[in-house]
Protein backbone atom coordinates (compact mmCIF):
# COMPACT_ATOMS: atom_id res chain seq x y z
CA UNK A 1 0.00 0.00 0.00
CA UNK A 2 1.15 3.57 -0.30
CA UNK A 3 0.12 6.56 1.22
CA UNK A 4 -0.70 8.41 -2.64
CA UNK A 5 -2.77 6.64 -5.13
CA UNK A 6 -2.37 6.38 -8.45
CA UNK A 7 -5.24 9.10 -9.11
CA UNK A 8 -3.87 11.14 -6.55
CA UNK A 9 -0.39 11.17 -8.14
CA UNK A 10 -1.31 11.64 -11.63
CA UNK A 11 -3.06 14.57 -10.87
CA UNK A 12 -0.35 16.36 -8.77
CA UNK A 13 2.09 15.57 -11.38
CA UNK A 14 0.09 17.35 -13.87
CA UNK A 15 0.55 20.32 -11.90
CA UNK A 16 4.26 19.54 -11.38
CA UNK A 17 7.12 20.96 -13.62
CA UNK A 18 9.48 18.99 -14.23
CA UNK A 19 7.57 15.34 -13.77
CA UNK A 20 7.62 14.27 -17.64
CA UNK A 21 8.64 10.62 -16.21
CA UNK A 22 6.08 10.05 -14.19
CA UNK A 23 4.23 8.70 -17.68
CA UNK A 24 5.42 5.14 -17.11
CA UNK A 25 3.83 1.80 -16.67
CA UNK A 26 4.88 1.31 -12.96
CA UNK A 27 3.36 3.96 -11.06
CA UNK A 28 2.13 1.68 -8.00
CA UNK A 29 5.54 -0.02 -7.51
CA UNK A 30 7.33 2.95 -7.32
CA UNK A 31 4.77 4.72 -5.11
CA UNK A 32 4.53 1.52 -2.79
CA UNK A 33 8.22 1.33 -2.92
CA UNK A 34 8.56 5.08 -2.02
CA UNK A 35 6.20 4.92 0.56
CA UNK A 36 7.86 1.94 2.12
CA UNK A 37 10.82 4.40 2.45
CA UNK A 38 9.27 6.74 4.02
CA UNK A 39 8.47 4.45 7.22
CA UNK A 40 11.81 3.38 6.85
CA UNK A 41 13.72 6.50 7.12
CA UNK A 42 11.39 8.79 8.74
CA UNK A 43 9.07 9.05 12.27
CA UNK A 44 6.70 10.82 13.96
CA UNK A 45 5.45 11.19 17.17
CA UNK A 46 2.36 12.20 19.06
CA UNK A 47 2.22 15.44 21.96
CA UNK A 48 2.68 12.71 24.68
CA UNK A 49 6.19 10.75 22.23
CA UNK A 50 4.37 8.32 21.67
CA UNK A 51 4.87 6.84 18.16
CA UNK A 52 2.23 8.05 15.62
CA UNK A 53 1.38 6.22 12.38
CA UNK A 54 -0.79 7.43 9.48
CA UNK A 55 -3.22 4.51 7.59
CA UNK A 56 -2.53 4.44 3.86
CA UNK A 57 -6.00 4.52 3.27
CA UNK A 58 -6.65 7.95 4.79
CA UNK A 59 -2.58 9.86 4.51
CA UNK A 60 -3.15 13.84 4.67
CA UNK A 61 -2.10 15.73 1.82
CA UNK A 62 0.86 16.57 2.61
CA UNK A 63 1.99 12.39 3.36
CA UNK A 64 0.55 12.13 -0.18
CA UNK A 65 3.01 14.77 -1.91
CA UNK A 66 5.94 13.60 0.25
CA UNK A 67 5.10 10.06 -1.49
CA UNK A 68 4.58 11.27 -4.91
CA UNK A 69 8.07 13.52 -4.74
CA UNK A 70 9.68 10.29 -3.67
CA UNK A 71 8.26 7.95 -6.37
CA UNK A 72 9.82 10.66 -9.11
CA UNK A 73 12.92 10.68 -7.28
CA UNK A 74 12.89 7.07 -7.27
CA UNK A 75 11.98 7.15 -11.26
CA UNK A 76 14.40 9.75 -11.98
CA UNK A 77 17.39 8.19 -10.46
CA UNK A 78 16.60 5.03 -12.15
CA UNK A 79 18.35 3.02 -9.50
CA UNK A 80 17.73 1.90 -5.47
CA UNK A 81 19.15 4.26 -3.37
CA UNK A 82 19.48 1.65 -0.70
CA UNK A 83 21.66 -0.59 -2.68
CA UNK A 84 25.44 -0.56 -3.25
CA UNK A 85 26.11 1.24 -6.93
CA UNK A 86 28.16 -1.65 -8.63
CA UNK A 87 30.58 0.84 -10.33
CA UNK A 88 32.08 1.75 -6.94
CA UNK A 89 31.59 -1.50 -5.41
CA UNK A 90 33.87 -2.93 -7.47
CA UNK A 91 36.26 -0.87 -6.74
CA UNK A 92 36.31 0.90 -10.59
CA UNK A 93 38.55 3.67 -10.37
CA UNK A 94 39.16 4.59 -13.93
CA UNK A 95 37.62 3.63 -17.87
CA UNK A 96 38.07 5.60 -20.52
CA UNK A 97 39.28 8.61 -18.13
CA UNK A 98 36.01 8.61 -15.95
CA UNK A 99 36.93 8.27 -12.38
CA UNK A 100 34.43 6.86 -10.16
CA UNK A 101 34.26 8.05 -6.41
CA UNK A 102 33.80 5.11 -4.20
CA UNK A 103 31.98 7.43 -1.54
CA UNK A 104 29.14 9.00 -3.41
CA UNK A 105 25.87 7.50 -2.39
CA UNK A 106 22.27 8.64 -3.71
CA UNK A 107 20.12 9.81 -0.83
CA UNK A 108 17.40 7.55 -0.31
CA UNK A 109 14.92 10.39 1.03
CA UNK A 110 14.73 13.02 -1.79
CA UNK A 111 14.77 16.76 -0.79
CA UNK A 112 11.72 17.28 -1.41
CA UNK A 113 10.28 14.51 0.81
CA UNK A 114 12.35 15.10 3.77
CA UNK A 115 11.33 18.77 3.68
CA UNK A 116 7.58 17.98 3.72
CA UNK A 117 8.11 15.33 6.28
CA UNK A 118 10.17 17.48 8.23
CA UNK A 119 7.88 20.46 8.19
CA UNK A 120 5.39 18.40 9.55
CA UNK A 121 7.04 16.73 12.30
CA UNK A 122 8.77 13.96 10.53
CA UNK A 123 12.30 12.76 12.64
CA UNK A 124 14.44 11.71 9.33
CA UNK A 125 16.65 8.53 10.32
CA UNK A 126 20.50 9.98 9.57
CA UNK A 127 21.07 7.55 6.41
CA UNK A 128 18.20 9.21 4.70
CA UNK A 129 20.41 11.63 2.97
CA UNK A 130 24.51 11.35 2.27
CA UNK A 131 25.27 14.22 3.87
CA UNK A 132 23.42 14.03 7.35
CA UNK A 133 24.26 17.30 8.02
CA UNK A 134 21.04 19.25 8.45
CA UNK A 135 18.95 16.01 9.11
CA UNK A 136 16.61 16.32 12.02
CA UNK A 137 17.15 14.45 15.38
CA UNK A 138 13.46 14.60 16.26
CA UNK A 139 10.84 16.93 17.69
CA UNK A 140 7.21 16.57 18.33
CA UNK A 141 4.02 16.95 16.51
CA UNK A 142 2.24 20.07 18.74
Known amino acids: MS?????????YFRKRAFSSA???DEKEVYLETAARQID?????????????EYPDTDAPEWLKRANCEQALY???????????????????????????????AADVLCLNCR???????GM???????????????WTVK
Not at 3 to 11: G, K, S, T, V
Not at 77 to 101: E, H, M, N, Y
Open 74 to 104: LLNLGKDPTQADRKTTLGISSTDGTVFDKSF
Open 124 to 138: IAGGAAVNSAGISTG
Open 40 to 52: DYCSFQDENGDPL
Open 3 to 11: YAQIAFADE
Open 115 to 121: RILENHG
Open 22 to 24: WAG
